[in-house]
């Protein structure tokens, strides 16, 4: 109970903390509870991790909350993966347009294909929320045949989600 309190809580309490603090006492804690055990204190984690990514530079996130924001989307847990793909557009956003077009789109792509209906479905809605943090390039040569795949599934959510984020995607695309 006292791990999944403070991982609730550490994005709060770190937006108070100058980077100093953050990074040399706040940021070990994290990296542990980014790591527990149990997938809710991980999802947690990625919940806070927003608020810290904020506090931090480019050259600041690459270094000390990229690694587990990546990780966890690769999660054993689906649930872990649910939450990535659900915040994706606030992870674009709090990292800026060229991290998440250089290294989080990448690993975004990917969920657009999870074996979990929930992980894959919350990809394709959150999809539209993030393209603005995209290059026109990757979104054609990267996400553009995804969808195509996805439109294919004849679950109708899939096919919803994939139609409002290709008339998103067209007017950046063209």
Request: neutral net charge.
């Given at each position: 109970m006292i791990r999944r309190?403070?991982?609730?809580?550490?994005?709060?309490?770190?937006?108070?903390?100058?980077?100093?603090?953050?990074?040399?006492?706040?940021m070990p804690i994290f990296r542990q509870l980014a790591q527990d055990e149990q997938d809710a204190i991980?999802?947690?984690?990625?919940?806070?991790?927003?608020?810290?990514?904020?506090?931090?530079?480019?050259?600041?996130n690459q270094v000390h909350t990229l690694g587990t924001l990546l990780a966890a989307a690769e999660d054993q847990s689906w649930k872990v993966r649910l939450c990535f793909a659900k915040s994706y557009s606030k992870f674009a956003e709090a990292y800026g347009k060229d991290l998440a077009d250089s290294n989080l789109i990448q690993t975004f792509v990917g969920l657009l294909s999870d074996s979990e209906p929930e992980v894959k479905n919350a990809a394709v809605h959150s999809l539209s929320n993030s393209i603005k943090n995209t290059s026109p390039e990757k979104l054609s040569g990267l996400v553009f045949?995804?969808?195509?795949?996805?439109?294919?599934?004849?679950?109708?959510?899939?096919?919803s989600g994939c139609a409002t984020a290709l008339c998103e995607m067209a007017s950046i695309v063209g």
């Open positions: 309190a403070c991982a609730l809580r550490l994005g709060e309490f770190g937006s108070h903390l100058d980077k100093t603090t953050l990074i040399s006492d706040l991980r999802v947690m984690c990625l919940e806070s991790l927003i608020r810290i990514a904020t506090k931090f530079s480019k050259e600041e045949p995804q969808l195509a795949n996805i439109y294919a599934d004849s679950q109708t959510s899939f096919k």
